[in-house]
């Protein structure tokens, strides 16, 4: 079960092989890969996904979704939902999109199925690095780094997936930017509690599961932020005080580039873009996620 990820395991030395998975010539160091607890799939992975109308859903308004807006196509993942599954293995059009979401995290992205021209759907290999998930391309079983959206072992390793931009918010603020919305359903084939979650208390907790290789205690552990990358530069946007601030548009900049953020309040959607206009992609997640993956980033204050 899900609920297995919570035990602590140790440090796996300089092994070369876990979870089936050759961890050599790993572009991460291998004894920062840990065993979560379930073995590889046993956190299984929606690769038939099924869709009911928001009005269908079990799933009240106030629930958390990853919204993934694409190809013309809106679709709300429940994150009461994700918890249980980690990967949804999609479709848009005849496009594959891959849904993916860390528990431990708080991180939801989602990734076009094609690689170097070639299709592929991904599974959850039961390993973990800076308590995120390594995801595992089914095509040539090579680990990825969800977070770092490039894969760190085996034939794949260096190259990076193509990221297509998520949301999380409510489903009843979803459903307002997007009327139209499909729902995940959670009549997916397993047999799961989709509205209890395996981590009760974790994301009010300052403490982690697993160890992480940068901390940085200028926040709550678990605290929101909006991270966002442009040229190789990283910044945090504590999302309390997004919400705090008058104004509904934050001229700010990250490195030498202007960013512009702009937001409803009443639908919890953040848009950010470059100065010419071209939209950014971010992920919402916890801060000391984003902090163990980017140790040199910047955090914007209202103060």
């Given at each position: 079960?899900?609920?297995?990820?919570?035990?602590?395991?140790?440090?796996?030395?300089?092994?070369?092989?876990l979870?089936?998975?050759d961890?050599?010539?790993?572009?991460?160091?291998k004894?920062?890969?840990?065993?979560?607890?379930?073995?590889?799939?046993?956190?299984?992975s929606?690769?038939?996904?099924?869709?009911?109308?928001?009005?269908?859903?079990?799933?009240?308004d106030e629930?958390?979704?990853?919204?993934?807006?694409f190809?013309?196509?809106?679709k709300?993942y429940?994150i009461?939902i994700?918890?249980w599954?980690?990967i949804?293995?999609?479709?848009f059009?005849?496009?594959l999109?891959?849904?993916?979401?860390?528990?431990l995290?708080?991180?939801?992205?989602?990734?076009?199925?094609e690689i170097?021209?070639k299709r592929t759907?991904?599974?959850?290999?039961g390993?973990?690095?800076?308590?995120?998930v390594?995801?595992?391309?089914r095509?040539?079983?090579?680990?990825?780094?969800?977070?770092?959206?490039?894969?760190v072992?085996?034939?794949?390793?260096?190259?990076?997936?193509?990221?297509i931009?998520?949301q999380r918010?409510?489903l009843?603020?979803?459903k307002?930017l997007?009327?139209?919305?499909?729902?995940?359903?959670?009549?997916t084939g397993?047999?799961r509690?989709?509205?209890?979650?395996?981590?009760?208390?974790?994301?009010?907790?300052?403490?982690l599961?697993?160890?992480?290789a940068?901390?940085n205690?200028?926040l709550?552990?678990?605290?929101?932020?909006?991270?966002?990358?442009v040229?190789?530069?990283?910044?945090?946007?504590?999302?309390k005080?997004?919400v705090g601030?008058?104004?509904?548009r934050?001229e700010?900049?990250?490195?030498?580039?202007?960013?512009?953020?702009?937001?409803?309040?009443?639908?919890e959607?953040?848009?950010?873009?470059?100065?010419?206009?071209?939209?950014l992609?971010?992920?919402?997640l916890f801060?000391?996620a984003w902090?163990?993956?980017?140790?040199?980033s910047?955090?914007?204050?209202?103060?």
């Amino acid at each position: 079960m899900v609920v297995a990820i919570c035990f602590i395991l140790s440090f796996n030395g300089h092994a070369q092989s876990l979870n089936g998975f050759d961890l050599k010539g790993s572009l991460i160091p291998k004894s920062q890969i840990l065993r979560g607890g379930p073995p590889r799939d046993g956190i299984p992975s929606i690769d038939s996904p099924a869709f009911v109308s928001s009005e269908k859903s079990d799933f009240s308004d106030e629930a958390q979704v990853l919204g993934v807006h694409f190809n013309g196509i809106a679709k709300a993942y429940p994150i009461g939902i994700l918890n249980w599954h980690e990967i949804v293995n999609d479709k848009f059009e005849e496009e594959l999109v891959s849904v993916t979401y860390c528990p431990l995290c708080g991180s939801g992205m989602a990734y076009s199925g094609e690689i170097d021209g070639k299709r592929t759907t991904f599974g959850v290999s039961g390993l973990l690095f800076n308590s995120d998930v390594l995801l595992y391309d089914r095509r040539t079983n090579s680990l990825w780094s969800q977070i770092l959206n490039k894969a760190v072992t085996g034939e794949m390793k260096g190259t990076t997936l193509t990221r297509i931009n998520t949301q999380r918010t409510s489903l009843g603020a979803w459903k307002k930017l997007h009327p139209q919305t499909q729902v995940l359903s959670a009549n997916t084939g397993f047999q799961r509690d989709y509205q209890r979650t395996p981590y009760a208390g974790y994301d009010q907790s300052n403490s982690l599961y697993f160890p992480v290789a940068n901390k940085n205690d200028v926040l709550h552990a678990k605290e929101w932020v909006l991270g966002v990358e442009v040229d190789g530069k990283f910044k945090a946007y504590p999302i309390k005080e997004l919400v705090g601030l008058r104004e509904r548009r934050l001229e700010d900049t990250i490195g030498n580039q202007k960013i512009i953020l702009t937001w409803d309040q009443t639908v919890e959607n953040v848009e950010i873009r470059d100065a010419s206009g071209n939209e950014l992609i971010s992920i919402q997640l916890f801060w000391f996620a984003w902090y163990a993956f980017h140790p040199d980033s910047e955090v914007w204050s209202l103060y």
